[in-house]
Structures are given as C-alpha cells and as structure tokens.
C-alpha cells in the first residue's frame, strides 16, 4: 500500500513538472533576446545568430534576436513583454530596476578572458594628440556614449565628478554618440577630442574588435583614462516570468561554453571563458551611481 502510495505521489509530480514546461511554452512559443548593440546591427546579428540557435535547441522554443535603437528602449520592451529577456549594460539594469519597480532579476554575465567579471571605462585621445590626462581636454569636445549606457555616460560623469569635473561646463561640447563604435568614429573623424568606451582586457575591448573589422586601425588612438572595475553586464529577465522558464534561460547560458563552444566564443571573439551566475546584490553599486547621475540630472534641470 505504501509502495502504491509513494508511486502514485511520484506519478503526479512528474506529470505536474511536465505539465508547468509545458504551459510555459504553449505561453510562449518563441521568445525575442533583446540587445542594444556597441557596434553596426549587421555585426550584432552576425556575432549572434549561432548562439540563437544554440537557445532554441536548449530551450525547446524558437529564440529570435530584436535590435534596439537604447537601452531605454530595451528597458521598455522588457517591462511591456515584448521581449523575454535581455543583455543590459549594467547602468542600464540599474535603470531598469527604477522603471520596473524591482521587478527585473539578474541572470548572469560574462567572465572575460583573465577570468574577472566586469569591464572598464576608458577615455581615448587621438595617438598624436599632446593630451596626457583628462584635464588636458578642456575647451575641447569629449564624445560619451548612450545616456544609460555605464560605460560610455555614467562611470565617466562619477569619475569625472570625482576629479572635480562638470563635463558641460569643462568641455567646448559634450555629444552622445549614441554607440561605443559611433563615439570611436566620432574621435579618428574630429568630432570630438576624447572618446569614452568599454574596455575589458589589452586583448578585448571595442576598438579591437572595430580594428578586426578594418573599421579603425587601433595605433590610431591611446587611452588617457581608466575607470575602476565595473560590473559585469548581465542577461536579464522580469521576475514575474515562469520560474521554471528564468532558470532555463539561466542554464542555457551556463552550459553555453561547454555545449557549443562555437556559438559561445562567437559573442565575444573568443574572449570570453564562460557565463557565470549574476546576482542583484553584485550590482549595488550601480544602483548608487545611478542615484548620483540622477541627482546631477535634477540640479540641472
């Protein structure tokens, strides 16, 4: 009688298990993976299409990519359920926690090529450029990045505040490139002086992979600036999705490197060892700055 007992209750829960996959993928047949690209949207596409398919084989459902245009409009598109998850900059997660209330959750990051977690901030200068520091740009147009983007906005204005720097009163013009690739332009073409952009390690950043593209040559430009280490950039969800469904999504992530090394070393040129688990807690710290850009924001307003 018990033996029948203990079989029937394990019965029910493999078909209750088997039941919540199932509903969540009747519920969501595909799932869109929105990124806001650092370079051109055909290099983005390119960059991901192998790891979609790796996705929607992990997954069980199609797992098709949306471009957006910012961060703000990657935020919104989470928030409103047009995409299922998303690869935030990590000031951009810490936005998206104000607009949704708390209601997004970290799932994981990369682990670069040394092995850390997270990334830099560098201001670059034209290589025959007399500027040695920062301060040596005064007059002179700097070009940021996306106003959400962490570090091509925010970890330079806190950085910046920090040597006593109000970026529109210093500089003759203060630009949004708009991408990491556009603000590189922006400085080899002389729209601007400096330039801040994402930087991880002497073998991965931004300029190196325009470089690989023929876009840039990289002995064109020096770094004059360097940010302190900041979070890594997470793959992000809303947590009121299916749990079971945020877990997949995180797994997938996990076991990318070793299930399809291709398709993982794809996203980052091969720079990358593997995902690894993001938590809220890691991105305090954003949260903080984000408070500070804010704050900056209202007294000039």
């Known amino acids: 009688m018990l033996r029948r007992l203990f079989l029937t209750l394990v019965c029910l829960f493999a078909a209750g298990t088997m039941a919540t996959a199932q509903d969540w993928r ?148 203060v630009v949004y490139a708009g991408s990491h690739e556009n603000a590189v332009m922006g400085l080899i073409q002389g729209t601007c002086d400096g330039a801040f952009n994402w930087w991880n390690t002497e073998r991965e950043s931004n300029l190196l992979r325009m470089a690989a593209k023929n876009m840039v040559k990289a002995e064109d430009v020096r770094i004059i600036l360097k940010s302190t280490l900041i979070p890594g950039s997470p793959v992000a969800v809303m947590s009121s999705l299916p749990v079971e469904l945020r877990e997949r999504i995180r797994q997938a992530f996990l076991d990318a490197a070793a299930k399809d090394p291709a398709a993982f070393q794809r996203i980052s040129d091969g720079q990358a060892t593997s995902y690894v688990r993001a938590n809220a807690e890691d991105y305090q710290v954003m949260q903080e700055l984000l408070q500070f850009v804010d704050q900056m924001r209202r007294r000039r307003s």
């Open 26 to 173: 009747q519920r969501y047949p595909e799932l869109v993976f929105s990124v806001t690209p650092s370079e051109n949207a055909g290099g983005v596409t390119d960059r991901f299409e192998p790891f979609l398919a790796y996705l929607s084989r992990e997954l069980g459902v199609r797992v098709t990519l949306r471009i957006a245009n910012d961060y703000a409009a990657v935020i919104e598109a989470l928030r409103t359920g047009q995409v299922q998850f998303a690869h935030f900059g990590p000031a951009a997660y810490a936005r998206a926690l104000v607009v949704t209330n708390g209601g997004v959750e970290p799932l994981v990051t990369l682990a670069n090529s040394a092995g850390a977690v997270g990334y830099f901030s560098v201001l670059y200068v034209r290589a025959g450029d007399p500027a040695q520091s920062i301060t040596d740009l005064r007059g002179r147009n700097i070009c940021l990045v996306d106003p959400n983007s962490a570090s091509g906005n925010n970890v330079p204005r806190f950085t910046m505040n920090k040597l006593g720097i109000d970026p529109e009163q210093f500089f003759g013009r």
